[in-house]
């Protein structure tokens, strides 16, 4: 049976097309967030073409030492375009390498996903419209995530060393821990929804709104700071190498992002009034569109993707132990339960 | 055994991994066609846009002239939207009351071309080397579409962001109610205020700045001919301001209604416009006040330096009595309560306490931000808002500072403001004088 498993050799074409996939879509994330902090979003009135040229054939000169606003929308373009044919790639792959429908469906969900959003972000530039700039900045994230999670269940840990690994735990079920890992993960995400309100006001709203807005990022930046440090004390008890160094990256993240998004305040708005009596406040300028702010901000914006990221890939291990464990009579998990070679 | 292993290449998750996606996948597509259906159909893109009216104002004006409740009529709004409308435009088709006359002095003001490029949605033509729709792209978040300073994120800042209306500005080298000149307007915006929220912009370049300047001018004019008009209205019985010549949807309608009442010499708003407001405009390069030279006791390292303080001490303390106001660092000083002109507008309307939340409601719902004290600034500091230069202390302490309690000094001489200024300057120090 072992032999069985083994020259079965599982496909690793979906995991590494899957791999590739995230970390584009990590760097596109990047470049949306350049496009949005430095109001780049209409440097490039057409879609989808840019400037009447097909989008692949613009002179590369006029693109990448253009104006900035023109380098980052086409840059963003264009990296979403590889975003869209790494999906298909993907899907291909996936195809090709399984039969399981959940994880067929899922790569095309994931394909369907990335050409909603490319549609996205024509509309928003075609209609020059916030609401759906702020949509398009909100899809961005879910489908990231999802890329991760979809890596994580083509990954090689998941299908070899997974029980092996984790059989000897019998901590890691704990369904309370489990619930807040989930808990943490949609309010990560609602944090990002806000994070986005916040980065595409409209010019025509009240400014009643949002100061509210600040202050429920804020809360919910305070909570998940918290929260995610208590995580991490309580998973102490789980001595489990799949899934803790996650916990020790997220509390770390969470960490930088919570300076990161003062620094982002500081660096738009200067600092709050009340800390005029210090020197380093009262003298600071805001330095509007410099280098500088746009990285900083643009890092806040990115870095909250990457904790969503971080997140789901630990849920999804953390679901993935758990069921296997509550399924333990599954064909698949006794099957699974056979010794097993190391480092296969 | 083996052969419930599921063939797959790879260990498939079973259902309960991802279950809605099994499971859902019907409502998930329609679920992403309702959102492309609506977001295509039914949102507001950012054009077309309209100048909201001050309504502040208008309430202001309503409570001072009217009896209790009584509202202006509704034909007066009308006329007074239409009259803007045409004077100036829309946010996206701006426009200038220019007289008739092309040679006219009111034509140096500001240039249209630069409105043009300032004004509108953000958007760049050229590959992206012209950009259009500067002051939404860069301003309006703060200062608001129509320059009223409260933009979407006002309220989070302290010192509100400038409402242009009023036609005031602090930082300038010119006196009380004279206007900035172009190139006051410009080293704000490249350099910034700092301690507040009023960044700089380093990276502008000159024709964009330049657009800039001509957009804040354009907005503060806009302004300010708008207040005078609601004045106007306001002392009117039942007699139109103007004839509307029915409907101004169009920007050609608009213009020709523009060129008929700039060319009527007898109308209330050719005298507000020719007489009053853009004059004021016009004389400003001429009206800035002259510096002179600049004593070397000024300069900290100057031998006189130590002399120039001292006596500017007894000034700070006595005669200019600055010292109600700044107290001396490190030294107890009660602090007045001040609001500053853009609050006191209208917080000092009949009827209105600024301790008293409920009076101002009205207010606030017609788009007042809520009134927050001024703070004279902390002189420990180094740190001058309008630049620390000996030329611009001067300014600010011979001409104060317009739209705050800091007055202009009309009483002290050229010396005693260098001496003041001299003081100003030993204060970071720590007593240095």
Request: hydrophobic share 45%.
């Amino acid at each position: 049976m072992m032999n069985e498993q083994n020259s079965a050799s599982p496909s690793r074409w979906p995991n590494r097309w899957g791999k590739l996939l995230a970390s584009v879509s990590f760097v596109l994330i990047f470049f949306g967030g350049l496009v949005t902090t430095t109001v780049a979003g209409m440097a490039v009135p057409d879609w989808p073409r840019t400037y009447g040229y097909n989008m692949f054939l613009y002179p590369f000169y006029d693109w990448f030492f253009g104006p900035w606003d023109l380098f980052v929308e086409h840059g963003h373009r264009l990296l979403g375009t590889s975003a869209g044919i790494l999906a298909i790639l993907l899907v291909i792959a996936t195809f090709r390498a399984t039969r399981s429908t959940t994880m067929r469906r899922f790569s095309v969900a994931l394909l369907a996903l990335v050409i909603f959003q490319g549609v996205l972000g024509g509309i928003r530039v075609l209609r020059d419209d916030r609401l759906v700039a702020n949509l398009h900045g909100l899809v961005g994230p879910a489908f990231f995530a999802l890329v991760v999670a979809f890596c994580t269940l083509s990954s090689r840990w998941y299908s070899q060393n997974v029980v092996r690994a984790e059989r000897r735990q019998a901590d890691f079920g704990r369904a309370g821990l489990f619930r807040w890992a989930v808990v943490l993960l949609v309010l990560c995400y609602l944090q990002l929804a806000v994070g986005s309100l916040l980065r595409h006001v409209d010019v025509t709203i009240s400014p009643r709104g949002f100061p509210h807005l600040v202050y429920t990022h804020l809360a919910l930046g305070i909570f998940l700071m918290l929260a995610t440090g208590l995580y991490w004390l309580r998973t102490g008890m789980l001595a489990n190498t799949g899934l803790r160094w996650q916990i020790h990256a997220l509390a770390l993240a969470i960490i930088v992002q919570v300076v990161l998004g003062l620094i982002t305040w500081v660096m738009k708005y200067g600092f709050p009034w009340w800390l005029d009596q210090y020197l380093f406040a009262a003298r600071f300028v805001v330095p509007d569109k410099t280098m500088q702010q746009t990285l900083l901000v643009t890092a806040h914006m990115a870095m909250g993707s990457a904790i969503l990221g971080l997140w789901t890939l630990h849920v999804v291990r953390f679901h993935c132990l758990r069921t296997k464990f509550s399924t333990a009579t599954s064909p698949r998990a006794e099957a699974a339960a056979e010794p097993m070679p190391l480092g296969t | 055994m083996q052969t419930k292993i599921p063939k797959t290449g790879f260990d498939a998750p079973t259902a309960t991994v991802v279950p809605c996606c099994r499971q859902y996948t019907g409502a998930w597509i329609a679920l992403a066609i309702a959102i492309l259906v609506a977001t295509v159909a039914g949102c507001r893109p950012s054009r077309g846009l309209e100048f909201a009216a001050n309504e502040v104002e208008l309430l202001k004006l309503e409570r001072y002239k009217f009896a209790p409740g009584q509202r202006l009529d509704p034909s007066y709004r009308e006329q007074v939207d239409a009259v803007m409308a045409s004077l100036f435009g829309t946010p996206d088709e701006p426009a200038f009351p220019f007289p008739a006359n092309d040679e006219s002095s009111f034509r140096q003001i500001l240039s249209m071309e630069h409105v043009a490029v300032a004004a509108g949605p953000v958007a760049s033509v050229d590959d992206g080397k012209t950009n259009l729709g500067l002051y939404r792209k860069h301003c309006a978040n703060c200062h608001g579409l129509v320059g009223d300073g409260a933009g979407p994120v006002a309220l989070t800042l302290n010192p509100y962001p400038r409402d242009f209306r009023l036609g005031k500005f602090k930082f300038k080298s010119t006196p009380l109610r004279v206007p900035p000149t172009d190139a006051d307007l410009a080293k704000i915006i490249r350099h910034g205020i700092p301690g507040t929220a009023m960044p700089a912009f380093p990276g502008l370049p000159p024709h964009e700045l330049a657009a800039l300047v001509d957009y804040v001018k354009y907005l503060s004019i806009r302004g300010e001919v708008e207040r005078r008009l609601w004045d106007e209205v306001t002392n009117l019985n039942g007699e139109p301001l103007v004839e509307i010549p029915g409907k101004l949807q169009t920007a050609e309608a608009r213009e020709a209604f523009r060129k008929r009442i700039v060319s009527d010499p007898n109308s209330a708003v050719t005298a507000i416009l020719f007489d009053d407001v853009l004059p004021r405009w016009v004389e400003r390069d001429q009206r800035v006040t002259q510096v002179g030279e600049i004593p070397a006791g000024v300069a900290v390292e100057s031998s006189e330096f130590s002399r120039f303080a001292a006596n500017g001490r007894e000034l700070f303390v006595g005669k200019a009595n600055c010292i109600q106001c700044h107290g001396i660092p490190g030294q107890a000083a009660t602090q007045p309560v001040h609001y500053d002109d853009w609050t006191n507008d209208w917080v000092k309307t009949p009827g209105v306490d600024v301790l008293i939340r409920k009076t101002m409601r009205d207010f606030i719902r017609a788009g007042a931000l809520p009134p927050r004290q001024i703070r004279p600034r902390n002189l420990a500091f180094p740190v001058y808002r309008g630049g620390g230069e000996a030329e611009a202390l001067y300014l600010r302490i011979k001409n104060g500072i317009e739209g705050t309690p800091m007055p202009s000094s009309v009483s002290l001489s050229d010396t005693e403001i260098w001496e003041l200024v001299a003081f100003v300057r030993s204060l970071p120090l720590g007593g240095k004088q």
